[in-house]
């Protein structure tokens, strides 16, 4: 039996879709196409909303057990819980979710919210915006996942409203940003994007011995 690496995302709503998974794709091509080389089956699946993104990635796991089914969600706010298990205590306590039957290497948290992860590579945004794209609203501290989620959505707002791109827009740019942006420059500055991306590696690599 082939291997399967399906990692269930949160985001997305009928009409878009398509076109954010394609966006996550891309920024994980290097993880896709290791996949590939090792004959191992990728899949990216948009779930919507954090609640159905759970309750699929739930489904999955118990149906399929022979396959790495892998959960990623934001965290929505700061992480105040301390050890291996901490991104996992934080989903249980703050959205009573029911994990304790799986396996914690499976479940993954982007940061607050994902715009974080787009935020933490300015040259590629200043890119895509072009002129009138204002870098000094971006935040500037080193770990990016310690900036609350309204901060970042009003940065964002900040650097764009005088584009001609206009004012940042999640449906309508999100998609094709995560295109752009750079895995190592979010690694460097989000270091849950790091430990995902390593997993990732980690577990093609071994996969390609089974």
């Known amino acids: 039996m082939t291997l399967e690496i399906k990692i269930f995302v ?42 159905q993104t759970y309750e699929a990635f739930i489904h999955a796991t118990a149906h399929h057990a022979n396959q790495i089914i892998v959960l990623l969600v934001d965290a929505e706010e700061r992480i105040t819980y301390q050890g291996n298990k901490a991104h996992v205590t934080h989903l249980e306590q703050r959205d009573k979710w029911k994990l304790s039957a799986v396996c914690p290497d499976r479940v993954h948290l982007m940061v607050q919210t994902m715009e974080t992860w787009l935020v933490a590579d300015i040259d590629a945004l200043r890119r ?29 707002t900040r650097a764009t409203q005088q584009t001609q791109k206009g004012e940042y827009a999640k449906i309508k740019h999100a998609s094709q940003l995560l295109g752009k942006i750079r895995p190592d420059r979010i690694a460097a500055r989000c270091p849950r994007f790091a430990l995902l991306t390593q997993w990732l590696d980690k577990t093609i690599a071994q996969a390609s011995n089974l």
């Open 10 to 51: 949160e985001g997305g709503s009928t009409g878009n879709m398509q076109e954010l998974r394609q966006g996550f794709d891309a920024l994980l091509d290097s993880q896709k196409q290791a996949a590939r080389k090792h004959r191992v089956l990728w899949r990216l699946a948009m779930r919507g909303s954090r609640q």
């Open 128 to 156: 895509y915006y072009g002129q009138g794209f204002n870098s000094s609203a971006l935040p500037q501290r080193q770990n990016l996942e310690e900036e609350p989620k309204q901060a970042i959505y009003a940065a964002l």
